[in-house]
């Protein structure tokens, strides 16, 4: 990716004032969530080797670089959206489209502080919140709610 085009992490930023230099080792992130953005370019440029570095020695030991790989040519990458970054906390959405089907991965991941950066321990999904609705549902054959005086079939819900 060249250091003048948007970063892939939605930051509005260029990638070279962005994640280039972090996932390059030329700077350190300076907080969890410059990591989270970070580690989203490098999924999307391939960068395995930037994956594996941040995260815990723990998760390091589990990392497998060819499937990690495999993973980042397979998807196509739609983007990144911070929701929440608090502490050493990070709630995010990444959307993609994996074998031919879109994807929306949402997330709390946790950081630590290792050997004086910010690095991946562990995520766990976030499942989404269902739709509550404000009023009764309406049932097919009741009146419909516009006052038409049809079933609802018959008029609205058609």
Known sequence: MKNEELCPCKSGRSYGDCCGPVISGERKAASPEEVMRAR??????????????SSTRAAQEEFDENASRAWCR???????EI???????????????????????????????????????DGEFVSEKPVVREEPKVGRNDLCPCGSGKKYKKCCGR
């Open 40 to 53: 989203y370019s490098a999924y999307v440029t391939e960068s395995v080797d930037y994956l594996k570095a």
């Open 74 to 80: 397979a998807a196509t990458w739609h983007g990144l």
């Open 83 to 121: 929701i929440r970054a608090e502490g050493d906390e990070v709630e995010f959405r990444a959307t993609y489209t994996a074998n031919g089907e879109f994807c929306n991965h949402h997330e709390l991941s946790k950081f630590v502080r290792e050997d004086g950066e910010w690095k991946f321990a």
